[in-house]
């Protein structure tokens, strides 16, 4: 249950004959412009599920698997839906003993990237790792340019925040507003030096605004794809050897 009171689904994917047995457990999100966020086949999963992990993904509005209302308690004002409901399925599964803060990493890509990055600056307690793949990190800055080819239409998605009340609102929960000083978990960011969505540059300066703040001794790795774009790098090979340094950090780093 969310803050709210609000039931909040998940799915869950583990294997019965996993190649190494540990707790690690990662919760994935996305939670914006309505998708449709059903479980499909992801090579990624199934090695990650092969090397012991549990995957969760959170099915949070902002989403519309569970509807179109389910998607519109997820934007624009209602937007902090999204990350009370992320918090509340990463206690769950603390409580229900899936997992532990200990082993617990958060994952999430392009708008689920703020998701987590909401979470790291105000639960940063609850996670050993979080995964900041290509993440939409600085809301504020972007929608507050409207020469930028997407910023308009963002509007339907965030607000227009040349109106006070959705500047405030945006502010205080944007990732990059609200870097804090403080212990922050293990911390792994992509980027693609190609991608116009969440460009490098945004993500980089994110990735200096935490390493300045940080006041404990948890990692803080930067990987970027100089070939990639907001969708990674789309050869299946590289694509494999990207995410697979990934995993070699969590495995030889962080568990």
Not at 79 to 99: M, N, P, R, W
Not at 133 to 140: A, E, G, I, Q, S
Request: glycine share 8%; proline share 5%.
């Amino acid at each position: 249950k969310s803050t709210d009171n609000v039931r909040v689904p998940m799915t869950l994917l583990w294997s019965r004959n996993p190649i190494r047995k540990h707790k690690g457990c990662i919760l994935k999100v996305y939670g914006a412009y309505g998708a449709i966020t059903q479980p499909y086949f992801s090579e990624e999963d199934a090695l990650l599920a092969r090397q012991g992990y549990t995957g969760v993904y959170a099915h949070v509005r902002g989403e519309s698997i569970m509807g179109g209302d389910w998607y519109t308690q997820g934007k624009l004002l209602q937007k902090k839906h999204s990350f009370e409901d992320y918090i509340a399925c990463a206690q769950h599964l603390v409580k229900k003993g899936v997992t532990s803060p200990e082993f617990l990493v958060a994952y999430g890509n392009s708008a689920g990237g703020m998701v987590v990055g909401w979470a790291i600056n105000t639960h940063p307690e609850w996670f050993n790792t979080a995964i900041l793949d290509h993440p939409y990190l600085d809301v504020l800055h972007t929608t507050m340019n409207d020469s930028l080819p997407l910023t308009v239409d963002e509007y339907k998605e965030w607000g227009n925040p040349s109106d006070p009340a959705t500047f405030r609102y945006i502010q205080s929960y944007c990732p990059y507003q609200n870097i804090r000083k403080q212990v922050y978990p293990h911390l792994i960011y992509r980027a693609g030096w190609h991608d116009f969505q969440t460009p490098v540059a945004q993500i980089a300066k994110h990735v200096a605004a935490v390493r300045a703040h940080h006041t404990g001794d948890q990692r803080i790795l930067f990987f970027t794809d100089f070939q990639g774009t907001h969708g990674g790098n789309f050869s299946a090979v590289e694509r494999k050897k990207s995410f697979a340094g990934i995993l070699g950090a969590l495995k030889l780093h962080l568990f």
